[in-house]
């Protein structure tokens, strides 16, 4: 069973920066695109960036230019890199296997919140 154990999330002002890590515990974690989803209360949880084995990346439009998505295979890790945050940003924020469609592919971990205030 693959499980997912996101870290980093805090409380940031805007304009601040986190960086996110999440430990994947998979043997092939080199053949799956990862993705990083985001929760903010009250809403769907939705995907945000994804990195696929070829190191190629995806962003939501909301995240362009602020927030940089990489993986370190050896490690089992994936990161968000999310800078300029916004207000908007806030939300509990998970990494899962991604599917062909788009879908995440196993079970969530616990997420890691991050809140953008002043």
């Known amino acids: 069973q693959t499980q997912f154990v996101e870290s980093g999330g805090g409380l940031a002002q805007p304009g601040g920066s986190l960086r996110l890590s999440c430990i994947v515990s998979?043997?092939?974690?080199?053949?799956?695109?990862m993705g990083w989803y985001r929760q903010a209360p009250g809403s769907q949880r939705l995907l945000v960036a994804a990195?696929?084995?070829?190191?190629?990346?995806y962003y939501t439009d909301s995240v362009k230019g602020r927030f940089t998505v990489s993986r370190d295979n050896a490690k089992d890790m994936v990161f968000l890199q999310m800078n300029n945050l916004k207000q908007e940003d806030t939300a509990v924020y998970y990494c899962?296997?991604?599917?062909?469609?788009?879908?995440?592919?196993?079970?969530w971990g616990q997420g890691t919140q991050v809140i953008v205030s002043s």
């Open positions: 899962n296997i991604m599917t062909p469609s788009g879908g995440a592919a196993r079970s």
């Open positions: 998979s043997s092939i974690f080199r053949l799956y695109k």
């Open positions: 990195i696929r084995t070829d190191g190629s990346t």
